[in-house]
């Protein structure tokens, strides 16, 4: 077994050093438009927010830090998906020219050769400073009461990429099917938006599906409200299912869509 | 003229081959337009006030509704085809027929843009079904006319940005970060995520140098009877300038591009 988790570590680090070197050394002034374009999204709709709760005390009973976390929150989910899980905008391309085969050939988990083939490095070179910038912002503005807080909110951030997990698979699953990947792949992420700010603004049955059906709520929400000592702890546990539950879904839909490949050509 | 018709015509059949695409990304649309109404909504609530920043309620939804419109008429584009095409040497097939480029690229816009109308109506309806939002209608005539010229100038400026930045392919085949970094910089600079006076006087005079003011938040503005008639003038008057200039542009690059162009990939 730790033989097994020592290859997938050292498989992973030469897609890695791949990927790293596609993107830094062969296209550099490229990675730093997309990297100054990703600052720029993130930091438009920081300064829009930071403007609208500039004119209230609280928003829907959440202080103005609070309402800051909810959004670095989003955007730790929201980057660490993109940067891990990247291989996913390519899968469409595998499929369609048979590629894939090979894929399903090798002595290597197909969903693990697929989504972790392209790492991409400006993500992480964003995610990096995101995390610290985060850290610092709730420890600063002491917003995590105390350790368990903390802590639940970690497990939560687990459960998060489980989910964002589950959601590139179903798109690959559906890619599989009808050999169409990227549009699901946005649909996941103009979703996960919704939840920049906390599902709250949003009405009862929406806050339903966001939780229990589509469950961007539970990747980023709870794990800021866990860290507010905000969440139940039954909520807490409802979370934990929420993600086993849909991972265990993900990968039957997964199985039952690998039955119906045919490859198209290779 | 029907050659360009038949350009149109093949623009619109194409947009419907991949059914599920379509649906993805008309109901992403939708997304966006439901979580601003929502942000907005909920600062509303917390403020427990009718008016922000100087919009009444009824203004800021008709700034969003029209944001959404305004998106489908201006920023819907095929150009983005134009540095694939030159990479690929796909060009040729174009510039050895009997047909102007430019004109080609704007039939396609055409036939995207009416698609994205007559899609967005049904989205727009199905939201007025839903939440019944109250809207402030326009009754001054000449206004609702200025506001039509300025959306068809926003087009033509709009599609001259576009195409311009796809005449890059002649340089480079990495076109696609610098598409990336324009469209993130546009989104927010052209007021489709909040409206630009809500920010600071100095940052919002620096915004209104530039040509992306004028595509959706200009028009925005003149139907919402926020700005004077002589403020109107002057914005149209802007508008028609930019393109001027842009035409120019696009003329002295696109004929630099043909020198350089040698038809890789063919």
Redesign the interface.
């Known amino acids: 077994m730790q033989f097994i988790r020592y290859k997938y570590l050292k498989i992973w680090a030469k897609f890695a050093h791949a990927s790293f070197q596609e993107s830094i050394l062969l296209?550099p002034?490229?990675?730093f438009?997309?990297i100054?374009?990703?600052l720029?999204?993130f930091g438009?709709?920081f300064?829009?927010l930071l403007?609208?709760i500039g004119?209230?005390a609280?928003?829907?009973s959440f202080t103005r830090e609070q309402v800051v976390v909810f959004y670095l929150i989003y955007n730790l989910v929201d980057v660490a998906a993109q940067a891990f899980f990247r291989g996913v905008y390519w899968f469409r391309g595998m499929i369609v020219s048979g590629i894939f085969d090979h894929f399903l050939l090798k002595p290597i988990h197909p969903l693990f050769n697929v989504l972790t083939r392209y790492t991409d490095f400006m993500d992480v070179a964003t995610l990096i400073p995101l995390v610290i910038y985060t850290v610092v912002y709730i420890i600063d503005h002491r917003l995590a009461p105390h350790g368990q807080e903390a802590f639940a909110a970690l497990i939560l951030l687990g459960g998060s990429m489980v989910i964002a997990f589950c959601f590139h698979v179903l798109s690959m699953a559906?890619g599989v099917i009808?050999t169409?990947v990227?549009?699901?792949i946005?649909?996941f992420r103009?979703?996960t938006?919704?939840a920049?700010?906390p599902i709250d603004?949003?009405t009862a049955p929406v806050r339903l599906i966001l939780t229990f059906i589509l469950p961007v709520g539970v990747m980023i929400t709870f794990p800021a409200k866990a860290l507010f000592g905000l969440l139940a702890p039954v909520w807490i546990v409802v979370s934990v299912l929420i993600s086993g539950a849909m991972l265990l879904i993900t990968l039957s839909v997964w199985r039952k869509a690998l039955e119906k490949y045919t490859s198209a050509s290779s | 003229m029907s050659k360009y018709l038949q350009v149109f015509h093949i623009t619109w059949q194409n947009s419907f081959v991949y059914r599920l695409n379509f649906l993805m990304w008309r109901a992403r649309s939708f997304l966006l337009l439901f979580s601003t109404y929502f942000i907005w909504l909920a600062v509303f609530r917390s403020t427990n006030s009718h008016t922000i920043f100087n919009y009444e309620i009824e203004k800021l939804v008709t700034y969003l509704m029209l944001v959404a419109l305004l998106g489908a008429v201006v920023f819907a584009s095929r150009t983005i085809d134009l540095s694939w095409m030159i990479n690929s040497g796909d060009l040729s097939n174009l510039v050895t027929k009997p047909l102007s480029v430019i004109r080609y690229f704007f039939c396609q816009d055409a036939a995207d843009k009416l698609l994205n109308i007559i899609f967005l109506g049904f989205e727009v309806g199905f939201f007025f079904l839903l939440f019944r939002p109250q809207l402030f209608w326009q009754s001054d005539m000449a206004r609702i006319i200025w506001f039509g010229l300025a959306v068809a100038l926003a087009v033509v400026l709009y599609f001259l940005i576009n195409f311009l930045l796809g005449l890059l392919g002649f340089w480079t085949n990495q076109v696609w970060a610098a598409r990336f970094l324009y469209m993130t910089i546009a989104d927010v600079l052209a007021g489709s995520l909040f409206p630009l006076d809500i920010l600071p006087p100095s940052v919002y005079s620096i915004i209104r140098i530039l040509p992306f003011h004028w595509l959706v938040f200009f028009p925005n503005q003149i139907y919402l009877g926020r700005i004077s008639m002589n403020e109107i003038c002057t914005g149209l008057v802007i508008q028609t300038a930019w393109i001027v200039i842009l035409a120019w542009l696009v003329k002295k690059v696109w004929h630099r591009g043909m020198l350089k162009y040698s038809a890789e990939g063919r």
């Open positions: 296209n002034f490229s990675s438009l997309f100054v374009g990703k720029i999204r438009s709709f300064i829009f403007v609208l004119k209230t609280t928003f829907l559906v009808t169409e990227d549009s699901i946005w649909m103009n979703l938006q919704m920049r700010l603004i949003y």
